[in-house]
């Protein structure tokens, strides 16, 4: 089934995936859309699957929020979309000696130098920069973004 990409809200992409979701729902639209996305990678655009264009467009027409026509007027491809669906893992791309900012936690905002990660539990151990003693913190990786690499 064809999937087309349209502009949404920024930052309001998953309410109005769900907008679209339960107006797609009533009766007058059934089998107009099959299935709507709103990922956490890409801001201000939702995928939304269903037989034609025209049949979208119907339900997506009076919802605010979502732009009326889709980005490209053509289906995207399955296998440009193969990066999204499937998930990475947290840890992958973080090594020790990186330079890393803090983004959850009673330490948020902080810069972190890697010290150790530990791959099979998805934790990085790390001594935040800014402090005059190693005091070394134990997180999750999706806590930690990367700022630099060691090379760099």
Avoid: W
């Amino acid at each position: 089934m064809p999937i087309y990409i349209f502009r949404a809200s920024n930052g309001k992409e998953k309410s109005v995936a769900q907008m679209v979701n339960k107006k797609a729902n009533l009766e007058q639209y059934k089998g107009c859309i099959y299935s709507v996305m709103a990922t956490e990678g890409i801001k201000g655009y939702i995928f939304i699957e269903g037989p034609d264009i025209q049949s979208i467009e119907r339900v997506t027409s009076t919802i605010r929020g979502v732009n009326n026509k889709p980005i490209k007027n053509q289906p995207v491809d399955l296998s440009e979309l193969q990066d999204i669906l499937v998930p990475r893992p947290a840890i992958e791309g973080l090594q020790q000696g990186d330079l890393v900012e803090i983004i959850n936690g009673p330490f948020k905002g902080s810069r972190a130098r890697i010290t150790r990660v530990d791959s099979a539990n998805q934790e990085v151990t790390a001594e935040i920069t800014s402090s005059s003693m190693g005091l070394p913190l134990k997180l999750h990786a999706e806590f930690v973004r990367k700022i630099s690499s060691e090379e760099e």
